[in-house]
């Protein structure tokens, strides 16, 4: 394992703080003193500084613990860090990892200072919280895996149980990668992972830690609450997504979602792939405007990290496809989903990728944002085959065009000369 440098650790933060929650002072006329509000009782139990694994900075990360019986939304911590013959030392205000923290709770947080020279010492402490309330559900962690990604870092896999008897919410998951010692090496939290798990039932996560860190012992730490009213899910799958094989050799899913609220909601959508009776590949989809009332719309998942085609014995053939719609919100209030026109004016197939290019024009007489392209091709038979989307424009006053190049992934052995071609524009444009 490539080592990284952990320097002497600098735990000068006051063993205990004490806060009064974090929470505005209303204008007008003094109002009758309030009963004592609980005070979060937090304590630093762990501080290192470590270089950054690109060689810019230095990275502080700590361990907050929860000593009080307060329950806490969003928690911030205050951190310094001295440089070596600098007069002052640097400072930055940041949030713990995870958004809840429960009595008895520890979570994990970072900080990345820019400084060039050798840090002197490294304090932190609590410095605000917002009070919340909360019901902890009980949940497990397991299947704990690392590969290596082509960038270089390492993708680590893993599954969250839900093991209540409600649904759950997960807000966020976070890995806290240490030495033999129990010294931090890094702290990564996840990029795709299922917002809400059934009683029950588990999702797949992923995250990404720096190279070198195959044999490091991971911490996971899972935020996660009770759902108190459960929702019907408004977004299912249309067709069941499956897996293709590229012109490379490499898996990709594709899929089909549908809107079956009366409402533009928005999508996200979580693929895994297993091999073997193991995850091999996570990957996560979002689409970037709303699906209408009603809509369908084919997606696709072409990025699984760490996943290398061939390796130990692994197929596409044998591949199997795990997927879930995330019930995410209506369209905010104050806003709409419209149409827009769009021109294709070229498109070209090269080394297995489909290259539409052409332009989008905003006809709605009003400013739109989000202006983007979607596309699909289907077989004869109305299979979908590769789709793709790409937003051409963050925003587009009436009349204004933008171009686009939007780029496909087609299945190996794809025929082009007998698909049907869908594409469309979408953007949104403030309600009348």
């Known amino acids: 394992m490539a080592a990284l440098i952990t320097l002497a650790l600098a735990a000068c933060s006051p063993a205990l703080v004490t806060l009064a929650p974090d929470t505005p002072t209303p204008a007008g006329p003094p109002t009758p003193a309030p009963s004592p509000t609980p005070r979060l009782t937090a304590e630093i139990t762990m501080l290192t ?11 502080v990360i700590g361990l907050v613990e929860n000593q009080s019986a307060v329950s806490s939304g969003e928690v911030w911590v205050k951190v ?4 070596t013959g600098a007069e002052e030392a640097s400072e930055q205000e940041v949030l ?38 909360f019901e902890r559900p009980l949940v497990d962690v397991g299947d704990l895996s690392v590969s290596p990604t082509a960038d270089g870092r390492l993708a680590v896999l893993g599954t969250v149980v839900n093991g209540s008897s409600e649904a759950i919410d997960v807000h ?9 010692d129990g010294s931090s090496l890094a702290l990564a939290t996840a990029t795709a992972h299922r917002a809400r798990l059934e009683p029950g039932s588990q999702g797949p996560f992923l995250a990404f830690l720096p190279a070198g860190l195959q044999d490091a012992a991971l911490n996971p730490f899972v935020d996660a609450t009770v759902i108190s009213s ?9 067709t069941p997504p499956r897996v293709l094989e590229d012109e490379q050799g490499d898996p990709f899913v594709i899929g089909v979602i549908r809107n079956g609220d009366s409402r533009p909601r928005w999508a996200s959508v979580l693929v895994s792939l297993s091999f073997g009776g193991g995850i091999v590949g996570v990957a996560q989809v979002v689409a970037p405007v709303p699906l209408g009332p009603g809509e369908s719309r084919p997606f696709t ?5 760490g996943l290398t085609s061939g390796a130990e014995g692994l197929t596409v053939d044998g591949l199997e496809v795990d997927a879930w719609v995330d019930p995410l919100p209506a369209l905010e209030a104050g806003l709409r989903l419209v149409p827009q026109a769009v021109h294709v004016t070229s498109f070209e197939a090269i080394g297995g990728t489909l290259f539409l290019q052409g332009t989008v024009e905003n006809d709605t007489g009003a400013r739109v944002i989000s202006a983007t392209v979607l596309a699909a091709v289907r077989s004869t038979e109305g299979l979908p085959l590769t789709a793709g989307w790409r937003v051409a424009a963050e925003s587009l006053e009436a009349g204004e065009s933008a171009g686009f190049v939007l780029e496909l992934t087609l299945p190996r052995g794809a025929d082009l000369a007998m698909s049907e071609y869908d594409v469309v524009a979408s953007a949104l444009a403030p309600s009348d």
């Open 49 to 59: 500084t470590l270089p950054a694994p690109e060689g810019d900075g230095w990275i």
């Open 80 to 83: 310094r860090l001295g440089e």
């Open 96 to 133: 713990l990892a995870l958004p809840h923290l429960g009595p008895g709770e520890t979570a994990p947080f970072s900080a990345f200072f820019a400084v060039a020279g050798a840090p002197s010492e490294a304090t932190a402490e609590v410095s605000r919280y917002v009070p919340a309330e």
């Open 172 to 180: 966020e998951i976070a890995l806290l990668a240490t030495d033999a």
């Open 230 to 238: 459960a929702q019907p899910p408004r977004l299912t799958f249309l």
């Open 301 to 305: 998942a072409t990025e699984f990290p």
